[in-house]
Every structure is written in C-alpha cells, then in structure tokens.
C-alpha cells in the first residue's frame, strides 16, 4: 500500500475536488500533504513545520511514524 492510501486510510489526509484542486492536504486544513515533505527535505526541518503549522503537531508526527513502519 503507498503511504499516501494509507495515509488516507488512516485519517490524516485526505483528496477533494473543491480543495486544492484535489491535491492530498491534511485533514480539516488546506496544508498540502507536500508541504510538509519539502520542509523535512529542506534545512528547516521537522521543527520549523511545527513552528509554521503548530496545529499540525498530531498528525505530522503520524506521517512520521506511518512513513518509518513502510520502510
């Protein structure tokens, strides 16, 4: 399964139509699913996500987790 269904399947993130143009956002927010992989690629990190999208804490740490148990 890719992250992304199990993601999905797990309520963390989720696809509309009328949201984003159906880009993978976090669930209840407008914060693409992306964005926070460009942060942990980036020199910001993990800490300045949650600086930017404190609200985020929960489920940012559950991509974390979901993403290590695939690999």
Known sequence: M???EL???R???HRDP???SGVPVFVGTRVPLQ????YLESE???AEFINDFPYLE???IQV???VTKQH
């Open 64 to 66: 974390l987790e979901n």
């Open 35 to 38: 964005t926070f992989f460009d």
């Open 18 to 20: 009328e949201i984003m």
């Open 7 to 9: 993601l999905q399947k």
């Open 2 to 4: 890719k992250i992304e």
């Open 11 to 13: 309520g963390i993130i």
């Open 44 to 46: 910001s990190g993990f």
């Open 58 to 60: 929960s489920q940012a």
